[in-house]
């Protein structure tokens, strides 16, 4: 496909790439030096959702700060170790803008006409689109773990976030417990009230959820994905993947593929 190759006065001041679910196998090199040709000659490119992917692969995101939706972080972020990428609203690093998508396509948007125009014209904009504020790029994507998980204790959500935190080389009931000052017996106590199952298996399912999103999302193969999710083998990992989610990592890209063509 040809892309268009505007000039002087019809020269766009911003190209945005609006972009939805399966954006890794996109793959058109004519769409990707379309980008870098003009984004070297001054136009402003961003990305919506994951347009930042296409960005990336693009070569326009290197050592760039960015935002993509939080459930393609964690296959964003390995394939394009180089790019900045952060779980903010929007980024905007120079003339890349990126944003998570949804809402926050509105508040970049609402953020670039304050800069160019005055707070008048940013409240008229959002009484016209029902919103009473403008958030800023480091609010959250995600609910706060209080809420999105319904937890309480303060304890417990701080060894969550531990976890969360330490994927990959995943720490030891006894560093955990450490960290946050309780007895092994008093975590396991709290998480089987609290979680309705041990610490290590709440941890064990937080890493495989994460594994679930690079096998959907990325083209890493399966062993790399289990290093990735702190598995010391890739039987270790398929095991544990199949007992949670009835198939093994292998089933799950071909079940996604067969969902995504269908």
């Not at 394009?80 to 970049?108: H, R, S, W």
């Not at 955990?176 to 064990?204: K, N």
């Amino acid at each position: 496909k040809r892309w268009p190759c505007w000039a002087g006065p019809d020269r766009p001041n911003m190209a945005i790439v609006c972009s939805g679910i399966n954006v890794e196998r996109y793959q058109n090199k004519s769409a990707f030096a379309w980008l870098r040709e003009e984004y070297n000659r001054g136009v402003a490119v961003g990305g919506l959702c994951t347009g930042a992917h296409i960005l990336a692969a693009a070569g326009l995101l290197s050592n760039k700060r960015c935002a993509i939706h939080w459930e393609n972080l964690p296959g964003f972020s390995e394939a394009f170790p180089k790019a900045n990428v952060f779980a903010d609203l929007f980024e905007i690093d120079q003339n890349i803008y990126t944003c998570a998508g949804g809402t926050a396509a509105l508040d970049m948007m609402l953020k670039l006409i304050g800069d160019d125009f005055d707070e008048n014209l940013v409240n008229r904009v959002c009484e016209q689109v029902l919103t009473d504020r403008v958030r800023s790029p480091t609010d959250r994507q995600r609910l706060p773990l209080r809420a999105r998980l319904g937890v309480q204790n303060s304890k417990v959500l701080t060894i969550i976030e531990l976890m969360e935190a330490n994927l990959s080389e995943p720490l030891s009931l006894i560093e955990i417990a450490d960290h946050v000052d309780l007895s092994r017996r008093q975590i396991e106590r709290l998480f089987r009230t609290e979680m309705g199952r041990s610490p290590a298996r709440y941890y064990l399912e937080i890493r495989l959820d994460r594994a679930r999103h690079l096998l959907i999302q990325s083209s890493m193969p399966v062993v790399e994905v289990a290093v990735a999710c702190g598995f010391v083998s890739a039987s270790h990992f398929s095991k544990c993947y199949r007992e949670l989610y009835a198939r093994s990592p292998q089933q799950e890209r071909v079940d996604r593929k067969q969902l995504l063509a269908a």
